[in-house]
């Protein structure tokens, strides 16, 4: 289905919808890895209520992608089916804090929530600095970083479902595990309340300032890169697997495994979503070889091989 038969199976609806709807929109300017194919329909809802209102039309077997800033994200060469919803600042953008409370849409950056939290004298979101992604995706995750997670400070989160409707899912509802919750992948998150501390304004500036110089220093945030690409398995660090496995610096075809944090895939200026992923399964095969250790995917791989082309599970590479 393409992406104007999509917007055909809106049926009346269509006309209803603020937002905006780009059929076979490429997805290459969005994810930081600066790589693959289009969406079938990118749309961008005007507000929760637009985003309602699109659901409830859409037909049920039509796929649906949320997808946020693009830091912590693969989009495969052949794009992706269906339909991907991108929250935009315009309306999932507000960030305001009642009492020791901040509540924030999930297409604000995280790194603006954790300011928010620290101009308000707000203690406890610093770490929200060290994580390069929206809120929502963060939600979904259970991000972390530097000490912190996201479980420990949600109250509650709005979200829509397939049908269109809203619901209220308190932090208990999601399950939350290491990088992982257990909410149906079909809610798309829309706004979050978060609990700070009282603290001091400069001392949390102080500790976001910290968290930036670390991660400068120590990881290639300049970069087209996705973020931490394996989460770390349980007692251990991936990055000292991957360098113990002899993968620091690998390369196949434009994608590099970065010298600076070997935890991190870069796009060295003409790598393909395939090379890419080739090389992260040819690293997880040579750990698992190395150290008995079967890494598993931090970083999110949506869509479709190009034609003609698959990556199976821990791909065999010989080096040149």
């Known amino acids: 289905m393409s992406g104007h038969d999509i917007l055909e199976a809106l049926g009346p609806t269509r006309s209803e919808i603020r937002g905006v709807l780009e059929p076979d929109r490429p997805l290459a300017d969005i994810a930081w890895f600066r790589v693959g194919g289009p969406a079938d329909l990118l749309f961008q809802p005007a507000d929760e209520a637009d985003l309602a209102t699109f659901l409830a039309a859409l037909p049920g077997d039509i796929p649906v992608m949320p997808i946020g800033l693009g830091s912590n994200l693969l989009v495969r060469d052949g794009g992706v089916e269906g339909v991907v919803v991108r929250l935009s600042a315009r309306g999932f953008g507000k960030v305001s804090v009642e009492g020791d409370r901040v509540r924030t849409g999930t297409a604000v950056p995280d790194v603006r929530l954790a ?16 994580i390069p992604g929206a809120v929502g995706g963060a939600l979904r995750m259970n991000a972390g970083a530097y000490g912190g997670e996201t479980k420990d400070r949600l109250v509650e989160a709005r979200a829509v479902d397939r049908s269109g409707a809203v619901h209220v899912l308190s932090n208990a ?8 919750s257990s909410v149906s992948p079909d809610l798309i998150f829309t706004e979050a309340l978060y609990q700070g501390e009282p603290g001091d304004r400069e001392t949390v500036l102080a500790q976001m300032a910290q968290i930036t110089e670390s991660r400068e220093a120590t990881q290639p945030v300049k970069s087209r890169t996705g973020g931490s690409t394996f989460k770390n398995p349980e007692g251990g660090k991936a990055w000292q697997l991957v360098d113990a496995a002899g993968c620091r610096g690998l390369r196949i075809g434009g994608a590099q495994v970065s010298e600076l944090h070997c ?12 090379d890419l992923e080739r090389l992260g399964e040819t690293v997880r ?25 698959t990556v199976p599970e821990f791909t065999a590479f010989e080096e040149a």
């Open 115 to 130: 300011k928010a939290a620290a101009d308000a004298s707000l203690q406890g979101l610093a770490f929200y600095r060290g």
């Open 263 to 274: 935890n991190f895939l870069l796009n060295t200026g003409e790598a393909t979503a395939t």
């Open 285 to 309: 095969a040579r750990v698992l070889e190395t150290s008995g250790v079967r890494l598993e995917w931090e970083i999110k791989r949506i869509g479709r091989f190009s034609e003609g082309v």
């Open 173 to 180: 509802d999601f399950g939350y595990a290491y990088r992982h």
